[in-house]
């Protein structure tokens, strides 16, 4: 294809899917899509200094939205350049060290929300704005009041415009979902959606959170460094991220991977990590392109979300009877890997999100979990509406409809709940059989006739080397596994059990609470519910479990064949932080973050992600943020490392 056409095409197709993007609030094809199509539009001008005047290249933001007045800033808000290599970063680093003499730079998180300018004047909020098209923006004042967590008045009493991020918790935005009959495709998008909306009471249910990060006009500060800047930030108690840091070049690709590590146990959405020269008067001096600042620049992290198609649905039925649908999708890479398959909750959920065969989706992937939709990008003329099925797709038993739930009755002889029911019985967090997987599980099934979790521990040597997969090292493996999870903790036996609703906390919980499998057994939905954290459902779910003698009768038989069940109790009552809820931030010396979670719900605490006024204690690593502010203005107790050492009084080896 001639490069001037195709020019022409991806400046006619980006403005079209940003349009959707910045003005209507209700994006069309995922971010890292975007970015692909503006990077081949990039280089393509480039190669042939063909440039279109409305191309995105050339602008910042898009247009104003009707309704809004318009606020013109007192200066162009930029966007940022990007990278996406650390070849790529590095060579900035080095330019700007071997052009400028640049060896200090600040790291924080890339936020991906939508951007934000608060003026103040004598202490107070008198006017918010969108960034807009960077040279104008809209009025969003009377929106950003309804912020709770956002502050009208500070203690610094001139002239000052703050530049944030408006966002939304991923916990909120999973719980507004519950009870959406419309889904919010994302957390940039609620946000998005809700700072533009002229319903006040939409920013306010939505329950927004906002971010600053920089600085545009100030008058009588002594600001020398973004530093500075972020301590300025936090003293006036406006909310900052956890991370920032100030290093030299050498240290910020070690930020940038520290932050890549841990960026998916925020609860909020980032895409990146934002660099910047931590000097200001020299960032004077380094200038400006059209669109970027030369002396910032941001790495952009592998995708989490793409957009695909959906091609077919196929249906997973669970151990407790659930069927989730799967969608098989149109191969897509993402988060350093090639995705095939994504998943919906269920048949409410494809209902709800209006996913249909053929129709284009955004797809997420976090973590190793299995990617998920999220939403519909567009639907297609071949679209076609998905089936609700009448029969398990493993068993032909006719369905029973709970709800958005669909769940086969036949918990006996189903194929797929008994494999998928021992699979769990073998996971790390319960019994902990290693070498057990789908594929091992069904030629179980079928050549040793295993049916339930017990059955496992009668397999013996010699039926093993019968199996085409098995030589004499992985039996002796096997083997030797199911031995050693026969002394297993309470807490692992009572997650094996694979009840409905109980996960790995509530198994702790319940270890934690009772004595013995058999008081546990004979506990009543009020002694279960009186349960921290433990619902009247969750409480149900457990009673009704030990009231089957089915369920009986397999626990009877596990112990029959030589399980012995820890009783030891982890927990330490006899300390300041048992039945307290106990925030962590930043990062400490002598304990992961993991270990120290640990380490405190050993001691009895409820670990919890933000500070409020029912949280006990802070315990304050390296690069805190917010929650520290947060903590100090709620009046919490702040422990730091040395002070928690003495406070446990005991090794870890102890604790755990």
Not at 549 to 576: A, F, M, P
Request: net charge neutral; proline share 2%; aromatic share 8%.
């Amino acid at each position: 294809m001639d490069k001037k056409v195709r020019i022409n095409e991806l400046v006619k197709e980006i403005n079209r899917h940003s349009y959707n993007y910045y003005t209507l609030d209700n994006p069309t094809i995922s971010d890292a899509d975007w970015d692909a199509m503006l990077t081949e539009l990039t280089k393509l001008e480039a190669e042939t200094g063909y440039i279109l005047p409305n191309s995105p290249t050339q602008n910042v933001g898009y247009e104003i939205l009707k309704g809004f007045k318009k606020v013109n800033h007192p200066a162009k808000l930029y966007s940022l350049d990007k990278c996406n290599s650390y070849e790529e970063l590095s060579n900035w680093l080095e330019d700007m060290y071997n052009k400028w003499g640049v060896n200090e730079f600040s790291v924080e998180v890339k936020y991906d929300g939508l951007r934000i300018l608060a003026k103040f004047e004598n202490g107070e909020l008198v006017q918010a704005s969108t960034r807009g098209n960077g040279v104008v923006g809209e009025d969003v004042t009377k929106q950003v009041y309804m912020i709770n967590s956002f502050p009208k008045a500070i203690n610094y009493k001139d002239h000052l415009i703050v530049m944030g991020e408006a966002m939304i918790r991923n916990s909120v935005l999973e719980e507004l979902n519950k009870h959406s009959n419309e889904p919010l495709k994302n957390a940039r998008n609620a946000a998005a959606g809700a700072i533009r909306n002229l319903d006040l009471s939409v920013v306010k249910n939505r329950n927004l959170d906002l971010f600053m990060y920089d600085i545009l006009e100030v008058n009588n500060a002594e600001l020398k460094t973004q530093a500075d800047v972020h301590k300025f930030i936090i003293d006036n108690n406006f909310a900052s991220w956890d991370y920032f840091k100030v290093t030299n070049k050498e240290g910020v690709i070690k930020a940038v991977q520290e932050i890549d590590k841990i960026k998916n146990s925020f609860d909020i959405m980032i895409d990146g990590a934002v660099v910047k020269v931590n000097n200001l008067a020299i960032r004077d001096k380094i200038g400006y392109t059209n669109k970027f600042p030369k002396w910032a620049i941001a790495y952009k992290y592998e995708a989490q979300e793409k957009t695909t198609k959906v091609n077919k649905i196929i249906w997973q039925v669970g151990r407790t009877g659930k069927l989730t649908p799967i969608a098989e999708i149109e191969p897509v890479e993402l988060a350093g890997a090639t995705v095939r398959r994504a998943t919906l909750n269920n048949y409410g959920d494809i209902k709800r999100k209006d996913v249909k065969i053929n129709s284009l989706v955004f797809v997420r992937r976090s973590n190793e979990v299995i990617p998920e939709i999220l939403n519909v990008a567009q639907h297609n003329s071949d679209s076609i509406d998905i089936v609700k099925p009448e029969y398990c797709p493993y068993c032909g038993t006719k369905l029973v409809e709970d709800g958005a739930n669909l769940f086969c009755p036949n918990k006996i002889s189903c194929n797929s709940q008994v494999c998928q029911k021992i699979i769990h019985f073998c996971s790390r967090n319960a019994m902990n059989i290693e070498g057990v997987s789908d594929k091992t599980i069904e030629l179980f099934r079928d050549k040793l006739d295993v049916n339930s979790p017990v059955d496992l521990y009668y397999i013996t040597r010699e039926e093993l080397l019968q199996l085409d997969s098995f030589k004499s090292k992985k039996a002796d493996n096997f083997l030797k596994s199911i031995e050693k999870s026969k002394q297993c903790n309470f807490a692992n036996f009572i997650y094996a059990l694979g009840i409905t609703g109980v996960g790995d906390k509530t198994s702790k919980d319940l270890a934690n609470t009772f004595n013995s499998i058999e008081e546990l057994m004979n506990a009543s939905i009020i002694d279960l519910a009186n349960i921290n954290d433990i619902g009247e459902i969750i409480a149900a779910s457990i009673y009704n479990y030990f009231r089957d003698t089915r369920n009986i009768s397999e626990i009877n038989e596990l112990i029959d064949c030589g399980i012995s069940i820890n009783y030891n109790r982890k927990v330490i009552k006899d300390n300041q932080f048992n039945g307290k809820n106990v925030v962590i931030s930043g990062t400490f010396d002598n304990f992961g973050r993991v270990e120290l979670t640990e380490i405190m719900e050993n001691l009895g605490a409820s670990i919890t992600s933000s500070v409020s006024k029912n949280t006990y204690a802070l315990l304050l690593g390296v690069n805190a943020g917010s929650k520290l502010d947060k903590a100090k203005s709620l009046g919490i107790k702040i422990i730091e490392e040395d002070e928690l050492l003495k406070l446990l009084n005991l090794s870890k080896n102890e604790l755990k």
